[in-house]
């Protein structure tokens, strides 16, 4: 994960992710998608929000921690695609 401080810089392996919810906005599907791994200090209760466009393409993973978009951290390439391709594999599996 990026420190947005520019104070620090990991690599986190994600493990039991799990879709937890997911809405409408719009045209676009949110999806709220728990993980456990070795994420920063500091970072409270972390989640991902994964937006799907109409073509179920994914738009965007976003860092969240206790509900909100993280102030502090953000997701590196390589994070953002462990969770891209887990979700893709498990797109049969989500809530409706």
Known sequence: MIDLTFEKYT??????L??????NVQQWKHYIVTFEGNTPEGLQEPEALV???QSNDILQIILREEG??????????????????WFQA???????
């Open 68 to 85: 909100c978009d993280s102030p502090l951290f953000q997701f590196t390439e390589n994070e953002k695609n462990q969770i891209s391709n």
């Open 90 to 96: 498990h797109r049969n599996h989500q809530p409706k």
């Open 18 to 23: 799990r879709i937890i919810d997911s809405y």
């Open 51 to 53: 937006i799907v466009g």
């Open 11 to 16: 690599e986190c392996t994600f493990s039991n």
